[in-house]
């Protein structure tokens, strides 16, 4: 299940083309499978040649074409004349999946400004990049939808993973403000926040010994609850939907309990 507010009336999941800005993102290709069907599907990726597997599998689930291009999120100048050239060569967007990101090394950055930088970069700085002009593109055709990935490690940030954890605040209130800016405007913003997602991106950090947190979810339980939430208008879903009321008493709790907690 998953917590959702209303945001629009339900979209039909056939008008304009997939849009991935992560294109080997495993919960960006994830939901872009569930929302392929009958589509064009356009994956952005650092390595646009090394998407075979992406692409076979959102061509098996209904995508009537899959085009894949480069995409760097760190090299912010770029990003405008890439969302132009997209909707100029594959026509209007009707979904576009936002879902690149790193979660770093927490220990590293607490004394390596480099490398919180980078975090900081990639996480927030590079995603208002995209989101900036994605957004004017959108309304400029009056529809679409943008999908963004926030989480409940901006909720209230912890201790353990602080850094990563102040970049998803940031843009869960940026993306946020948003969503309201696009108020009337045909185009609509549904942001997602999942738990601690057990996948690529964490297996370093269970390798290591971190116990996934309690309400854990995957890449296709992430998925199913977007293409959901998609596809019945909301504005932003909890993934699990348990998650809203616990982060709603988590942020009664003092101080000194919550900087003991773990990640």
Same mark, same amino acid.
């Given at each position: 299940?998953?917590?959702?507010?209303?945001?629009?009336?339900?979209?039909?999941?056939?008008?304009?083309?997939?849009?991935?800005?992560?294109?080997?993102?495993?919960?960006?290709?994830? +939901? #872009?499978?569930? &929302? /392929?069907? @009958?589509? !064009?599907? $356009?994956?952005?990726?650092?390595?646009?040649? %090394?998407?075979?597997?992406? +692409? #076979?599998?959102? &061509? /098996?689930? @209904?995508? !009537?074409? $899959?085009?894949?291009?480069?995409?760097?999120? %760190?090299?912010?100048?770029?990003?405008?004349?890439?969302?132009?050239?997209?909707?100029?060569?594959?026509?209007?967007?009707?979904?576009?999946?936002?879902?690149?990101?790193?979660?770093?090394?927490?220990?590293?950055?607490?004394?390596?400004?480099?490398?919180?930088?980078?975090?900081?970069?990639?996480?927030?700085?590079?995603?208002?990049?995209?989101?900036?002009?994605?957004?004017?593109?959108?309304?400029?055709?009056?529809?679409?939808?943008?999908?963004?990935?926030?989480?409940?490690?901006?909720?209230?940030?912890?201790?353990?993973?602080?850094?990563?954890?102040?970049?998803?605040?940031?843009?869960?209130?940026?993306?946020?403000?948003?969503?309201?800016?696009?108020?009337?405007?045909?185009?609509?913003?549904?942001?997602?926040?999942?738990?601690?997602?057990?996948?690529?991106?964490?297996?370093?950090?269970?390798?290591?010994?971190?116990?996934?947190?309690?309400?854990?979810?995957?890449?296709?339980?992430?998925?199913?609850?977007?293409?959901?939430?998609?596809?019945?208008?909301?504005?932003?879903?909890?993934?699990?939907?348990?998650?809203?009321?616990?982060?709603?008493?988590?942020?009664?709790?003092?101080?000194?309990?919550?900087?003991?907690?773990?990640?």
């Amino acid at each position: 299940m998953a917590f959702r507010r209303r945001a629009s009336q339900p979209q039909s999941d056939s008008d304009g083309s997939v849009v991935l800005f992560g294109g080997r993102s495993e919960i960006g290709v994830a +939901t #872009a499978a569930r &929302l /392929a069907p @009958g589509r !064009t599907v $356009v994956l952005a990726a650092r390595r646009p040649d %090394d998407l075979a597997a992406e +692409t #076979a599998r959102l &061509l /098996a689930a @209904g995508a !009537t074409a $899959v085009h894949t291009v480069a995409f760097d999120a %760190d090299d912010t100048d770029s990003h405008p004349a890439l969302i132009d050239l997209l909707v100029r060569q594959y026509g209007p967007i009707g979904v576009a999946i936002v879902a690149f990101g790193m979660l770093g090394d927490q220990s590293r950055a607490e004394t390596d400004v480099a490398h919180a930088l980078q975090i900081a970069h990639t996480d927030y700085y590079a995603q208002i990049s995209v989101l900036t002009p994605l957004a004017t593109a959108l309304r400029t055709q009056g529809s679409g939808t943008i999908v963004v990935f926030s989480s409940v490690a901006g909720i209230r940030v912890r201790r353990a993973n602080y850094v990563y954890g102040s970049t998803k605040a940031g843009l869960d209130g940026f993306a946020s403000g948003l969503s309201d800016a696009l108020h009337g405007t045909g185009v609509r913003l549904l942001l997602v926040r999942p738990g601690f997602v057990i996948g690529a991106m964490t297996r370093e950090l269970m390798d290591s010994g971190v116990t996934p947190a309690p309400m854990s979810v995957n890449a296709e339980q992430v998925a199913d609850a977007v293409a959901r939430a998609y596809r019945k208008g909301w504005g932003e879903v909890w993934v699990p939907a348990t998650l809203r009321p616990v982060f709603f008493g988590m942020r009664m709790l003092p101080r000194a309990v919550w900087r003991r907690l773990p990640r």
